[in-house]
């Protein structure tokens, strides 16, 4: 069965840095795009990002460069995605979802990881 | 940016509704890669359209997707509760950021 595996919920404080794992099941992540996007409470998602299959390469987008970085573990077969500097309005939920390569739609999703960022 | 819907659509069981996504002729209108996604409370998206009218294996044949110019819609037929859900479209033009849609909330009378 494909599927993505996130981690838990996270807590942090204003400043701190979060990391969120992804963890592919049933297929290799070297072998897609694995794209990020955030949905803050009752707002629209927001993309974020992604990592290219082969080179493993990222691209950030504009608005959060500087302050996220995606990598990978391919003996893991897990994708990270780390916010630095968090501020209250960082407060959503992370999904990673996975794109075949040039398709440009995502499918499947992870189930979400909470981040929280609260004084 | 955000890709304008309307805020909400509500009809009654077995009605049919269409969504609209509008864009510019720099995003939908130059795009062939626009999807739809469905999304319940608590859960995560799932694509319902892909490629502006595909649909991905498993997907009822009630939704069905289309463009004209720069106006993205999306259309459900025969209305069903579970179809109750927030629908968000996706643009997306090679090496260039994904944008999505303000989202609709669809309610079934």
């Known amino acids: 069965q494909v599927q993505l595996v996130q981690s838990g919920a996270e807590v942090k404080k204003p400043g701190a840095s979060v990391k969120v794992s992804c963890k592919g099941s049933?297929?290799?992540?070297?072998?897609?795009?694995v794209q990020w996007v955030r949905q803050a409470p009752g707002q629209r998602p927001e993309w974020m990002g992604w990592?290219?299959?082969?080179?493993?390469?990222?691209v950030i987008s504009q608005e959060f460069q500087g302050r996220v970085t995606i990598t990978r573990d391919t003996s893991a077969n897990t994708v990270y995605m780390e916010v630095s500097s968090l501020r209250p309005e960082d407060t959503a939920v992370y999904y990673c979802?996975?794109?075949?390569?040039?398709?440009?739609?995502?499918?499947?999703w992870g189930q979400g990881t909470l981040v929280t960022v609260s004084s | 940016s955000a890709l304008p819907q309307p805020a909400s659509v509500s009809a009654s069981p077995g009605q049919s509704i269409t969504i609209s996504c509008t864009g510019t002729?720099?995003?939908?209108?130059?795009?062939?890669?626009v999807s739809w996604y469905q999304q319940h409370p608590g859960k995560a998206p799932k694509i319902i359209i892909y490629?502006?009218?595909n649909r991905p294996s498993g997907v009822s044949s009630r939704f069905s997707g289309s463009k004209s110019g720069n106006t993205a819609s999306l259309t459900i037929s025969g209305l069903q509760p579970e179809d109750e859900a927030d629908y968000y479209c996706?643009?997306?033009?090679?090496?260039?950021?994904?944008?999505f849609g303000t989202g609709t909330s669809v309610t079934v009378l």
């Open positions: 049933g297929f290799r992540v070297t072998d897609y795009i």
């Open positions: 979802a996975r794109e075949r390569h040039g398709d440009a739609w995502f499918d499947p």
């Open positions: 490629g502006v009218s």
């Open positions: 002729s720099s995003d939908i209108g130059a795009s062939n890669y």
């Open positions: 996706t643009s997306h033009i090679p090496n260039s950021p994904y944008l």
């Open positions: 990592i290219f299959d082969g080179s493993g390469d990222a």
